[in-house]
């Protein structure tokens, strides 16, 4: 038997969603749907940084995994045009899996130049700690998906999550160095919940 996997985020739903956004839901996002891609964003809140990279890349496929449906629909109400619902053309390159990224993970065969993870949920309480996404186990299935000299990039501004991500990465594969990045403004980031001055940043590569 399967072993059942433990959920690494809260909730799926919160307040209700506009009739637009719920609109694009229904009719936009089934089109989004990703099967091979060049860059992976792993829980991208409300996706301003999947936006980026968007602009920055407009030659690759940028997948964005959320199962949080108010942030998808905050992507899709920012990547599309009010009037006509339809993606801008500077968002052209972005897919959208709608839940939880291990699913989206068992259905491809891509292998990503670079796999994003910023402010996942820290999971500060002891007894939750097995809800930590970033373990040595997602780490190792993780570095399979990336291309020769593809890199994983994380950022979080718990630093006490950061510390256990440095200990998790021990027992795999994956070799980390830590950058001079400068602060990726994404909501999460904004909000700051951590209270501490700065985000770290972690590069993995093989
Ligand atoms: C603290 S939020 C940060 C959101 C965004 N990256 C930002 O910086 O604003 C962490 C996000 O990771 C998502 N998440 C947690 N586990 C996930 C999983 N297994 N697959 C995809 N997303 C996940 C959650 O739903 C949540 O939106």
Redesign the pocket.
């Known amino acids: 038997m399967e072993k059942q996997e433990i959920r690494?985020?809260?909730r799926r739903h919160g307040k209700k969603l506009s009739a637009r956004q719920q609109d694009l839901i229904n009719n936009l996002l089934p089109a989004l749907k990703p099967t091979t891609g060049d860059i992976l964003e792993?829980?991208?809140?409300?996706g301003?940084?999947v936006r980026e990279l968007a602009r920055a890349m407009p030659n690759k496929i940028i997948i964005g995994?959320?199962?949080?449906m108010n942030?998808v629909a905050s992507l899709l109400s920012a990547i599309t045009d009010p009037n006509t619902n339809r993606v801008m053309d500077e968002y052209s390159g972005i897919r959208i899996w709608a839940?939880?990224?291990?699913d989206f993970l068992r259905t491809t065969d891509s292998k990503f130049s670079q796999i994003w993870v910023?402010?996942?949920?820290?999971w500060p309480k002891a007894r939750h700690e097995k809800r930590r996404?970033l373990s040595a186990e997602f780490l190792n299935t993780l570095s399979k998906y990336l291309v020769p000299d593809g890199e994983i990039i994380i950022g979080t501004d718990h630093w006490e999550y950061f510390d256990w991500i440095l200990e998790q990465i021990k027992d795999t594969d994956l070799t980390a160095t830590i950058p001079d990045m400068e602060i990726i403004q994404?909501?999460?980031?904004h909000k700051n919940k951590a209270g501490t001055d700065a985000p770290k940043y972690l590069i993995l590569t093989h």
């Open positions: 690494t985020f809260g792993i829980g991208f809140g409300a301003e940084h995994a959320e199962p949080f942030g839940d939880d990224v291990r910023l402010h996942p949920d820290p996404l994404t909501r999460y980031q």
